[in-house]
């Protein structure tokens, strides 16, 4: 290993928002991750699936996945 390579780390949560499964699975997996993270991740992925270019129906669906864990999520 080279003195300025960095070694590569895995994402903390395998997150999706293209599909409502893939959001379903990432909300699953989010429960292994402190609130405030947690929080943040689905933020990030409801907004991408919000503000994407080409939005697709599965993104609508999957945005309205993670809009109802925020709702629940509250502090």
């Known amino acids: 290993m080279g ?12 997150a999706g928002y293209g599909t409502r499964k893939k959001a379903q699975n990432t909300v ?3 429960h292994s991750v402190t609130r405030s993270k947690a929080r943040q991740v689905a933020q990030t992925m409801y907004y991408r699936a919000k503000y994407h270019k080409y939005q697709t129906p599965g ?3 999957a ?3 993670y ?3 925020l709702k629940t999520s509250k502090k």
């Open 3 to 14: 003195v300025f390579n960095d070694a590569k780390k895995k994402p903390a949560v395998r």
């Open 28 to 30: 699953r997996r989010l």
């Open 59 to 61: 993104m609508r669906n």
């Open 63 to 65: 945005m309205k996945v």
């Open 67 to 69: 809009e109802d864990y």
